[in-house]
């Protein structure tokens, strides 16, 4: 079994910073690409920021130059560093990462719990 926990959401005031962080665990061989995802109510769930095992990054037009996310592949840890935070970020973000386990094959597409993120105007 593999477990994503996310920590670190909040109420911030606009303007402010939040910092997620996603631990995975369990019966992991390796963690190939992590990224993080949001839902705002009555929207579909969109993507934020993704980032491969090498480093590679890749962000949602509305959170470039705001948002950065990082990784600590000894930890398989991903982080996302939210600044200059608006309204419109106020969501529930979701923790995904690409995992291959022990003794299994192929590759599996897990999900975190999600984090409650509320931007106050």
């Known amino acids: 079994q593999v477990q994503l926990v996310e920590s670190g959401g909040g109420l911030v005031q606009a303007g402010g910073s939040l910092r997620l962080s996603c631990a995975a665990s369990g019966n992991i061989f390796s963690v190939n690409a992590m990224g993080w995802y949001r839902q705002a109510p009555g929207k579909q769930r969109e993507l934020v920021a993704t980032i491969t095992s090498g480093g590679t990054v890749n962000y949602a037009d509305s959170v470039k130059g705001r948002f950065t996310i990082s990784r600590d592949n000894a930890k398989n840890t991903v982080y996302l560093q939210m600044n200059s935070l608006k309204p419109e970020d106020t969501a529930v973000y979701f923790c995904?990462?690409?995992?291959?386990?022990?003794?299994?094959?192929?590759?599996?597409?897990?999900w975190g719990q999600g984090t409650q993120v509320t931007v106050s105007s």
């Open positions: 995904n990462a690409l995992i291959m386990q022990n003794g299994r094959y192929g590759i599996g597409n897990y």
